[in-house]
């Protein structure tokens, strides 16, 4: 039935409704101004503001002192404006409230470092693997301190243990100058084979080709090239170049079997060849890193979508059931959430989401790990 006075009755509703919007964002959700103004913050450093970036995020801590979240960000900010002695100060606080945060102590071991005091960024890092075994860049940068140090085997260790949590940190590893005091060991020739093996592996058959995408200088990729020859983890062919020939390489038989091959299509792009445990366990750690990308930047709409990844049983969803069903049944709770609250809820909870993703990460790559050995 229609009302009388429509136009009235209609505006008295949209009255209503702002009070309600109102009554939502600054008594239900009590933090809601923090949130904006972190927010502000995490956008200004989007841009390269950083100054203002801190500010933000100052006026955020005035309402919750012991955001870590927020102090997170404004360490981060401090840091990279070269304001040290501030940063630390901040870091210390997040360390007061959480001692075993290993972001917090890799982040100070950092500001120790660009301090050239590599002894106490080593025993900030120490702190973070200890805290979290599984940081592969904690290790990494465990790696560099100690070479700093000139302490060769437990540089070389850490930098191996840092390549099998992700084995980018091989590649990494070959320009890096702070590894002057190891590049001589036969351990590191040995990550330079590690790094070798990889880009074959990703299809890249030439001697000039793997200099190139290694950073390797020809004479270490040669020598790299010829160890894994006789391990038999390569072969080695050839192909006609004009009236000349010039050896290709590729991964062994075997080899190509437990860690699958990367082939090389028109224009370049690359079809990958994987057995069907390992390729299951890739696509699902890719998505992994989509989403927290999407997490951090705090973006629900694109986050909502890539959740489809891990619940849609005709993509990663069954495997999710079967492997980890207390974690497909969060994400789809939080999906939910997502719809109603947007990119609030996401900021509120997203060191919860991301620590359930790092955490279902571990696991497939450990996984990964028994499944190629």
């Known amino acids: 039935m229609k009302k009388p006075f429509g136009k009235k009755a ?28 972190f ?30 979240e927020t102090l997170m960000k404004l360490g981060y900010a401090r840091f990279h404006v070269d304001e040290y002695s501030e ?12 001692v075993t945060n290993p972001e917090a102590w890799n982040l ?17 890092v120490e702190k ?11 290790w990494y940068n465990k790696a560099c301190f100690l070479s700093l140090l000139n302490q060769v085997p437990e540089s070389l260790e850490s930098l191996k243990r840092s390549i099998e949590i992700d084995v980018k940190n091989a590649r990494k590893s070959i320009r890096d100058k702070d590894f002057a005091n190891v590049r001589i060991e036969d351990a590191f020739k040995r990550i330079e084979e590690v790094v070798v093996l990889e880009s074959v592996r990703q299809g890249y058959h030439t001697l000039g080709a793997i200099v190139w995408t290694t950073f390797l200088d020809k004479v270490d990729a040669e020598t790299a090239l010829r160890k894994l020859l ?5 072969v080695q062919n050839e192909k006609r170049d004009g009236l000349s020939k010039i050896p290709i390489y590729d991964l062994a038989p075997n080899v190509s079997e437990k860690m699958g091959k990367e082939k090389k299509g028109l224009f370049g792009i690359t079809r990958k060849t994987l057995p069907k445990p390992i390729k299951h366990l890739k696509e699902l750690s890719q998505s992994i890193q989509s989403v927290k990308e999407a997490i951090e930047e705090n973006d629900a709409e694109k986050t909502i979508g890539l959740f489809e990844e891990f619940i849609d049983p005709a993509k990663s969803g069954e495997q999710m059931i079967e492997n980890f069903f207390d974690e497909h049944r969060e994400i789809r709770l939080w ?15 997203k060191e919860k989401m991301l620590l359930l993703f790092d955490n279902i990460e571990v696991t497939i790559t450990k996984k990964l790990r028994n499944e190629i050995s």
């Open 108 to 124: 100070k071991a950092l500001v120790h470092y660009e301090q050239k005091k590599y002894a106490q960024a080593l025993d900030a």
């Open 39 to 68: 927010k502000q913050g995490i956008n200004r450093m989007a841009d390269e503001k950083l100054e203002e970036a801190i500010v933000c995020f100052q006026q955020a801590l005035r309402i919750d002192p012991n955001s870590v």
């Open 87 to 98: 940063a630390l100060k901040v870091y210390d606080k997040i360390l007061d409230i959480d």
């Open 335 to 349: 999906k939910i959430r997502l719809k109603d609250r947007g990119d609030d809820y996401i900021i509120e909870n």
């Open 230 to 234: 006789e391990k038999g983890l390569l």
């Open 128 to 138: 973070a693997v200890e805290s979290d075994p599984t940081y592969g860049m904690a």
């Open 10 to 37: 209609k505006e008295v509703e949209k009255v209503e409704s702002e009070k309600i919007v109102k009554k939502e964002t600054s008594l239900v959700d009590a933090d809601y101004n923090r949130k904006k103004l």
